[in-house]
C-alpha cells in the first residue's frame, strides 16, 4: 500500500498512514492535525521517515504525537539541537518528566511513543552533542534502546546521564549507539558511566599482515575499544607461545549484529593448570578479534601453534 499526501508549498497537509510511511523530501512543515485527523491512519504507522527538508525552526508542537504505534523513527541529525524555546514547554506540558531542550521531542507533545525502541539520525554534522537527550526517559518503555547514527562523525558528547535500571535485577539499562565510523576515528567526550559496550563501530577491515617472528597480527573488536583506553590499536600482535585456545563469537557491528570473530584464551602453557569447564570465564586473560575463528586458526598453524 503506498502512501497519500497532500502538501501545499511544502507544508504537509494530511497523510494516509501505513505502516512504514516515507515523508517526501520537499517537506519543511508537518501540520498538527496532517497526520492526527485520522486516528487510524496515525495508528497504521509503526515506521516513520522524516526528510532532510524539514525546518527544525518550524517544528509544530505534537504533531507526531498521535503516533502511539511508532517503534522506529529516522529523521534529520539536525532535529536532536537544542531548543531553548522547548524547555518552557517541556515543563509545562510533562509537568517535569523529561529534562532536555531537543527539537525532536517537540513533535511529540505530551509523551513518546510506549514502542518506540530505535532511532536512526542521518545528515552531513560531523560533531554531535547528544548531551541534552533524557535517556532515561527514552528508554522508560523498553529494554533495549538504540540510537543509530548514520552520519560519519567524528565527535560525540554525552552527559553524566540517567538510565533505566532492570525492574528485577536493579542493573543499569545502557541504550546501544551505532556509530558510522571506525572506533579509532571518533572522539567519546562521555562520564565512566558509559559502557565500551553502549558503541558499536563500523566494521574493522581484517589484518592479511604476515609477521616474520614468531606472533601473528590481529584486528582488535571495537567492542574491545573503550573510548577512554588507548592501550590497544588495531591492528594488535600477539606472540603465538601466549595463545593456548581459541572459540568463535558473534560480535556486533554497524553493518552487521552477527559478524563471527574469535577469542582467544592467552594462558601460554598454563592450560594443565586450568579446568576445561572454565575456559569460558572472562576472568582468564582473553583477547576478542574480529577475524574469524578459520583465518586466526590458519594464522597460528603457519606458526607452529596447535590446540
Same mark, same amino acid.
Given at each position: 500500500?503506498?502512501?497519500?499526501?497532500?502538501?501545499?508549498? &511544502?507544508?504537509?497537509?494530511?497523510?494516509? &498512514?501505513?505502516?512504514?510511511?516515507?515523508?517526501?523530501?520537499?517537506?519543511?512543515?508537518? #501540520?498538527?492535525?496532517? %497526520?492526527?485527523?485520522?486516528?487510524?491512519?496515525? $495508528?497504521?504507522?509503526?515506521?516513520?521517515?522524516?526528510? !532532510?527538508?524539514?525546518?527544525?525552526?518550524?517544528?509544530?508542537?505534537?504533531?507526531?504525537?498521535?503516533?502511539?504505534?511508532?517503534?522506529?523513527?529516522?529523521?534529520?541529525? #539536525?532535529? @536532536? /539541537?537544542?531548543?531553548? #524555546?522547548?524547555?518552557?514547554?517541556?515543563?509545562?506540558?510533562?509537568?517535569?518528566?523529561?529534562?532536555?531542550?531537543?527539537?525532536?521531542?517537540? $513533535?511529540?507533545?505530551?509523551?513518546?511513543?510506549?514502542?518506540?525502541?530505535? %532511532?536512526?539520525?542521518?545528515?552531513?554534522?560531523?560533531?554531535?552533542?547528544?548531551? %541534552?537527550?533524557?535517556?532515561?526517559?527514552?528508554?522508560?518503555?523498553?529494554?533495549?534502546?538504540?540510537?543509530?547514527?548514520?552520519?560519519?562523525?567524528?565527535?560525540?558528547?554525552?552527559?553524566?546521564?540517567?538510565?533505566?535500571?532492570?525492574?528485577?535485577? /536493579?542493573? %543499569?539499562?545502557?541504550?546501544?549507539?551505532?556509530?558510522?565510523?571506525?572506533?579509532?576515528?571518533?572522539?567519546?567526550?562521555?562520564?565512566? #558511566?558509559?559502557?565500551?559496550?553502549?558503541?558499536?563501530?563500523?566494521?574493522?577491515?581484517?589484518?592479511?599482515?604476515?609477521?616474520?617472528?614468531?606472533?601473528?597480527?590481529?584486528?582488535? !573488536?571495537?567492542?574491545?575499544?573503550?573510548?577512554?583506553?588507548?592501550?590497544?590499536?588495531?591492528?594488535?600482535?600477539?606472540?603465538?607461545?601466549?595463545?593456548?585456545?581459541?572459540?568463535?563469537?558473534?560480535?556486533?557491528?554497524?553493518?552487521?549484529?552477527?559478524?563471527? &570473530?574469535?577469542?582467544? @584464551?592467552?594462558?601460554?602453557?598454563?592450560?594443565?593448570?586450568?579446568? @576445561?569447564?572454565?575456559?569460558?570465564?572472562?576472568?582468564?586473560?582473553?583477547?576478542?578479534?574480529?577475524?574469524?575463528?578459520?583465518?586466526?586458526?590458519?594464522?597460528?598453524?603457519?606458526?607452529?601453534?596447535?590446540?
Amino acid at each position: 500500500m503506498t502512501n497519500n499526501f497532500v502538501i501545499e508549498n &511544502g507544508v504537509l497537509i494530511s497523510c494516509e &498512514g501505513t505502516e512504514i510511511t516515507r515523508i517526501p523530501e520537499g517537506v519543511h512543515t508537518i #501540520k498538527k492535525d496532517s %497526520i492526527s485527523s485520522n486516528p487510524y491512519n496515525a $495508528f497504521n504507522i509503526k515506521e516513520l521517515y522524516l526528510p !532532510s527538508t524539514i525546518d527544525y525552526n518550524n517544528v509544530e508542537y505534537g504533531s507526531l504525537e498521535c503516533c502511539h504505534k511508532l517503534s522506529k523513527i529516522t529523521m534529520p541529525s #539536525k532535529l @536532536l /539541537k537544542y531548543d531553548s #524555546k522547548f524547555s518552557t514547554k517541556a515543563h509545562y506540558k510533562y509537568s517535569g518528566t523529561v529534562n532536555t531542550s531537543a527539537i525532536f521531542f517537540l $513533535f511529540f507533545g505530551r509523551g513518546l511513543p510506549s514502542d518506540l525502541k530505535e %532511532i536512526v539520525v542521518y545528515g552531513d554534522e560531523k560533531d554531535l552533542d547528544l548531551s %541534552i537527550l533524557d535517556w532515561e526517559f527514552l528508554q522508560r518503555f523498553q529494554r533495549s534502546f538504540t540510537l543509530r547514527i548514520e552520519n560519519e562523525v567524528t565527535y560525540i558528547k554525552l552527559g553524566d546521564d540517567k538510565f533505566k535500571r532492570d525492574s528485577y535485577s /536493579k542493573e %543499569i539499562m545502557l541504550p546501544h549507539i551505532c556509530i558510522n565510523n571506525f572506533a579509532e576515528n571518533v572522539a567519546i567526550d562521555a562520564s565512566e #558511566k558509559w559502557d565500551r559496550g553502549t558503541f558499536i563501530y563500523r566494521a574493522p577491515k581484517a589484518n592479511l599482515l604476515e609477521t616474520t617472528d614468531n606472533s601473528v597480527e590481529l584486528t582488535l !573488536s571495537p567492542r574491545e575499544m573503550s573510548y577512554n583506553d588507548k592501550r590497544w590499536e588495531c591492528p594488535i600482535k600477539i606472540n603465538v607461545s601466549a595463545v593456548t585456545y581459541l572459540y568463535p563469537v558473534e560480535l556486533e557491528c554497524y553493518e552487521t549484529e552477527k559478524h563471527q &570473530g574469535c577469542k582467544l @584464551l592467552l594462558l601460554g602453557n598454563r592450560i594443565d593448570e586450568m579446568p @576445561l569447564e572454565n575456559l569460558n570465564i572472562e576472568s582468564y586473560p582473553t583477547v576478542i578479534v574480529w577475524e574469524n575463528y578459520d583465518t586466526v586458526y590458519g594464522k597460528l598453524k603457519a606458526k607452529g601453534w596447535t590446540l
